[in-house]
C-alpha cells in the first residue's frame, strides 16, 4: 500500500545525522519532528525563530506562544533558543542548516522545485522556501506521488513558477524514495507493496530503474 503522510514524514527522519541543523517546512516536513530516531541529537529550525524544537506537543503540554513557521503549536527542547526572523534567515543564508524538508507542488528530473504557487488558489508568497533552497545543503521533498487529478508530480520540467533551481537532491513520496541525479529521477526504494509499473505509469519524468529495487523497511 502506498505511503500515508506519517510514513512519509517517517521515512525521511531515518535521512537524519547526529549533529545536524534541520529546517522543516509546513505540511508533511512538520511530521518529521516526530519521527527523530531515539539517541540522535539534531537541532531543528524555524525561520520564524526558534531553534531546538521537539515534537508536536501532547495536549495537556499545548503553549500558544511556542509556534512554528506554519503557525501550528511546537515543543522547545531543553538548551533551545529564540530570536527574531533576521537572524533566523542569517543563520538560513550563511548555509547553517545541513538539511532543509519540503513539500511540493512539482519536481523536475533536472532537481528544480516549484512549492509556493497553488493553482486557483490565492497564496501570500513563497515565504522562506526561496533561501532555503538556495542556502541548504541537502533539500528532501516530502509529496504526493500526483495530485488530486492523478497527474504526475514528478516531472520533465515544471509548470508553475520555481522555487529554486536544480537544488532537490532526493524525495519521498507516498510511492518510493528518489534521488535527483544525472537529469533523472532514480528510484531507490519502493513503498511496501507498490510495484514498479505502478510508479513507472505515475512518474511523467525520466525514471532510472535498477535491477532490484528494495521494499522500505518498516
Known amino acids: 500500500m502506498a505511503l500515508d503522510k506519517y510514513g512519509i514524514a517517517k521515512r525521511i527522519a531515518k535521512e537524519l545525522q547526529d549533529g545536524y541543523y534541520v529546517n522543516l517546512g509546513i505540511g508533511i516536513p512538520t ?59 542569517g543563520m538560513i543564508r550563511a548555509g547553517k542548516i545541513n538539511l532543509t524538508v519540503l513539500g511540493a507542488m512539482e519536481v523536475a528530473q533536472n532537481g528544480d522545485i516549484a512549492s509556493w504557487k497553488i493553482p486557483g488558489k490565492m497564496v501570500k508568497g513563497m515565504g522562506g522556501a526561496m533561501d532555503l533552497v538556495a542556502s541548504a545543503k541537502n533539500i528532501i521533498v516530502a509529496m504526493q506521488h500526483t495530485n488530486r487529478e492523478g497527474e504526475s508530480k514528478l516531472l520533465p520540467q515544471c509548470n508553475l513558477p520555481l522555487t529554486g533551481v536544480g537544488c532537490v537532491t532526493k524525495i519521498v513520496t ?24 505502478e510508479i513507472q505509469s505515475k512518474t511523467a519524468g525520466k525514471l532510472f530503474v535498477p535491477d532490484f529495487v528494495p521494499e522500505m523497511e518498516a
Do not use: C, W
Request: without cysteine.
Open 31 to 89: 511530521l518529521v519532528s516526530n519521527y527523530v530516531p531515539e539517541g540522535m541529537t539534531i537541532m531543528l529550525q524555524s525561520e520564524n525563530g526558534m531553534l531546538g524544537m521537539g515534537p508536536y506537543p501532547k495536549e495537556a503540554d499545548i503553549d500558544a506562544d511556542l509556534i512554528n513557521a506554519g503557525k501550528e503549536t511546537v515543543t522547545i527542547l531543553p538548551g533551545g533558543a529564540f530570536f527574531d526572523s533576521v537572524e533566523s534567515f
Open 174 to 197: 507516498d510511492l518510493g524514495v528518489f534521488e535527483v541525479k544525472d537529469n533523472a529521477f532514480h528510484l531507490l526504494e519502493r513503498a511496501p507493496g507498490v510495484s514498479i509499473e
